[in-house]
């Protein structure tokens, strides 16, 4: 059961719309007002949206922003309109629009459209999410590592609007001990449970994707080296300061760590990767459990 907003203005067509879903979704409303319509397009979770042609344009610049704070997943917007009106919608508002229906509204085609819409989101998000840990799988992380790098090139065009971000490879120590001595279902139960540790430790726009069998990659947006080793820190104490609790058993995890950054426009994530994973490789060689800095 799929969450819709239903952002129109008018009440008595919000109340149409709200009898129609209701019945089998999770309806969320935003008021009359402009005030209570930003409120809830920011401060509410919902899977898609339900507008109309008058709506969508007062509220336009803050649907833009909500689609685009929440990429990579795809919230997909669905506006009613009159026939008369389609010619408009085409020519102006496919920026927003994914889908259109033409009132009067029949409930059958509705229903279809919403869950074609609806199934968008689940099926992008497979594609972009390791099943086993519920991070970024090793393709997307690469993606948003490329995305990071371009939006560093264009902040650092400007002399008073420098940035960076740092890179973090963290891979687990004696991890085929584990599978070995306890079995693969225990290793997964750990690789899940190091997941939910790295996510609990990171800040909600850091992010983090599973690189290899037992390695991962993370990203430190607006961070220099410095910043980025205190986050490194942070998620090896989670990691390595409390036992793991699997299965019955009390596994004591460690991990060792590669840490670099990028602030030079001209390079590139190939760069990057090699210096982050030179450093892990040193952490490896001199003991493992540590922490190795590549600036």
Not at 180 to 207: I, N, P
Request: overall charge negative; some cysteine; hydrophobic content about 40%.
């Amino acid at each position: 059961m799929g969450k819709i907003l239903i952002l129109i203005k008018k009440k008595a067509n919000r109340d149409l719309f709200r009898e129609y879903l209701e019945k089998r979704y999770t309806v969320i409303e935003a008021g009359d007002s402009a005030e209570s319509s930003e409120d809830t397009l920011y401060n509410q979770e919902y899977d898609m949206i339900i507008t109309d042609s008058s709506s969508i344009v007062e509220n336009w610049e803050n649907i833009k922003a909500v689609k685009k704070s929440a990429e990579p997943v795809f919230i997909p917007v669905l506006m009613i309109t009159l026939r008369k009106d389609v010619s408009y919608v085409t020519n102006n508002l496919w920026e927003l629009v994914d889908e259109l229906i033409l009132a009067p509204i029949e409930p059958a085609e509705l229903y279809a459209r919403l869950e074609i819409l609806l199934r968008i989101p689940h099926l992008q998000e497979k594609a972009i999410t390791d099943p086993l840990t519920g991070v970024l799988s090793r393709g997307y992380i690469l993606e948003r590592a490329e995305e990071e790098l371009s939006r560093l090139k264009r902040r650092n065009l400007s002399e008073t609007d420098k940035t960076s971000f740092g890179v973090i490879m963290l891979d687990i120590d004696h991890f085929k001990n584990v599978n070995d001595t306890y079995g693969h279902l225990v290793g997964d139960m750990v690789l899940k449970e190091l997941a939910q540790r790295m996510q609990s430790s990171l800040r909600e726009y850091d992010v983090i994707g599973r690189y290899g069998g037992e390695e991962f990659l993370v990203l430190i947006p607006d961070e220099g080296i410095e910043g980025t080793k205190r986050a490194a820190e942070r998620v090896h104490d989670l990691i390595t300061k409390t036992p793991f609790n699997v299965d019955s058993l009390e596994l004591n995890i460690k991990v060792s760590m590669g840490v670099s950054y990028c602030h030079n426009p001209d390079e590139n994530i190939k760069n990057a990767l090699e210096r982050v994973d030179q450093a892990l490789y040193e952490g490896k060689e001199n003991g493992r459990n540590r922490i190795v800095v590549k600036a």
